[in-house]
């Protein structure tokens, strides 16, 4: 595809239900990020995944939230029981290469969620 | 760990002035610096990055960013801005041998007619 894309790309919940976000990375990228951007605020890294490989996970804010990567391309970020914490917009990036490097990580539109 | 300053939240400026936008960084490693911009409802787009070599950076729509290690410092400019740059930009740092990027809280640029 030409670029990052992500869906929904706006969801409300209700305090307490289960969400599903979806990212489809760029073609062939090896590389697959999760970031949660609060409003008025830098966004801020959840997970890593290098292939289906989640290499990092040192920032998921609690055990609610859940990522996975099966086949090495698409992937789901999940947040259980959704707190009003949790509002924010998220957004996944790739990259081309495995390694860690100065390569460039290509954003999504990002999927704004609100808790209720 | 790294972390990023951006010294301004907001920048108001005319349009066909120059701007600066600053940022400045802590890390004790070595370090890539990336500059973001963030159209409304839209994802980040990268500007520049300095990876190595000369510490002047050009990057697309004319910006240009210069590397100051001794001030851990990497602004960004332009010498004459457009209504159309008016956005959030995004100051970032990633160690070299690390993968994720860190943030600064965002810029956002009011070019005013």
């Known amino acids: 595809g030409a670029g990052v894309s992500q869906s929904p790309r706006y969801k409300v919940a209700k305090r307490g239900q289960d969400v599903a976000l979806r990212c489809d990375p760029i073609?062939?990228?090896?590389?697959l990020f999760w970031y949660q951007q609060a409003l008025g605020q830098g966004p801020e890294f959840l997970t890593y995944?290098?292939?289906?490989?989640?290499?990092?996970k040192s920032g998921l804010p609690s055990d609610r939230f859940f990522a996975e990567r099966p086949e090495g391309s698409v992937s789901t970020l999940k947040i259980q029981r959704t707190q009003q914490e949790d509002s924010a917009v998220y957004l996944c990036?790739?990259?081309?290469?495995?390694?860690?490097?100065?390569?460039?990580?290509?954003f999504g539109p990002g999927t704004r969620l609100t808790v209720l | 760990a790294q972390s990023v300053t951006q010294l301004d939240s907001q920048v108001p400026v005319f349009e066909e002035a120059p701007v600066e936008l600053r940022c400045n960084y802590s890390?004790?490693?070595?370090?890539?610096l990336f500059w973001y911009v963030q159209y409304p409802n839209q994802g980040l787009q990268l500007l520049l990055k300095?990876?190595?070599?000369?510490?002047l950076v050009k990057g697309i729509n004319g910006f240009e960013a210069e590397f100051n290690k001794s001030q851990t410092s990497f602004h960004l400019r332009k010498p004459s801005v457009h209504i159309s740059d008016t956005a959030e930009y995004f100051c970032?740092?990633?160690?070299?041998?690390?993968?994720?990027?860190?943030f600064g809280a965002g810029t956002i640029l009011r070019v005013k007619s």
């Open positions: 990036a790739s990259s081309l290469t495995p390694l860690a490097s100065g390569d460039t990580q290509y």
């Open positions: 073609s062939g990228h090896v590389s």
């Open positions: 995944f290098q292939n289906e490989a989640q290499l990092d």
């Open positions: 890390s004790s490693v070595s370090v890539y």
């Open positions: 300095y990876l190595s070599g000369s510490t």
């Open positions: 970032a740092v990633k160690r070299e041998y690390g993968n994720k990027l860190v």
